[in-house]
């Protein structure tokens, strides 16, 4: 029964490759992100969606493409991988609306390794 | 857009004595600030957090303080612990149709027993 689950886990991958995170979220939450975690423990926002809408897209390279096909999963694909991709990829969901405090609830985080 | 400023980056305490940890942001509209706790190896999670019509707020051995005016919120641990060892992140968010949340860049906290 986790809320917030992402896979894979763990990801080691050639530069060049291109590699997809899903995320699932279980918690009737209206809002969903991607956070990346670089080797340094510094959490910066990539993206965000709102009932499948995108509301927030920081700078990041159009290699990095999220997609939402409902309002409970968030995919990030992510094209020609490169050496700084390596990091913690981090799912998290909140709930804004309807009694929702705007915790962010993060998921386990998919360490991508790039060689 | 907004910018968390946190500071120490890395804190070493004994057991049992307080541990602070201060941050500073830059939009006066940014309304809600919460704290996570991140063990190694695992996710954030929330262990507290304030919101910008409330000054301070406390749960057990921790507390959170809040200055809108020169834009500063601290964390304070008191009688801390080894489980209390971990990265903690500040973090500002404005709540309104959506929600940005930007974060520090974290402490290290060192509990020695």
């Known amino acids: 029964d986790t809320a917030v689950s992402q896979t894979p886990k763990y990801l080691v991958t050639q530069m060049g490759n291109d590699k997809s995170i899903k995320c699932e979220q279980n918690?009737?939450?209206?809002?969903m992100y991607w956070y990346k975690q670089d080797s340094k423990k510094f959490l910066k926002i990539m993206f965000s969606y709102n009932n499948k809408e995108l509301i927030i897209n920081e700078t990041v390279p159009n290699r990095f493409s999220p997609k939402s096909p409902d309002k409970a999963h968030l995919n990030l694909h992510i094209n020609s991988l490169e050496l700084g991709d390596s990091a913690v990829y981090f799912c998290a969901s909140s709930q804004l609306w309807t009694g929702g405090t705007g915790e962010l609830f993060f998921g386990e985080g998919s360490r991508l390794t790039v060689l | 857009g907004e910018n968390v400023e946190q500071h120490p980056s890395t804190l070493s305490v004994q057991e049992g004595d307080s541990a602070v940890i201060k941050c500073t942001y830059s939009d006066s509209a940014s309304n809600y600030f919460p704290w996570y706790k991140q063990e190694l190896g695992k996710r954030p999670q929330l262990i507290i957090d304030?919101?910008?019509?409330?000054g301070e707020k406390k749960d057990q051995r921790i507390a959170v303080t809040l200055n809108k005016t020169a834009k500063h919120f601290s964390l304070h641990i008191t009688e801390t612990q080894p489980e209390d060892s971990a990265v903690y992140f500040c973090a500002a968010s404005w709540i309104g149709g959506y929600q940005k949340v930007t974060f520090g860049i974290g402490t290290k906290l060192q509990v020695i027993p």
């Open positions: 304030i919101r910008s019509n409330v």
């Open positions: 918690l009737g939450h209206d809002t």
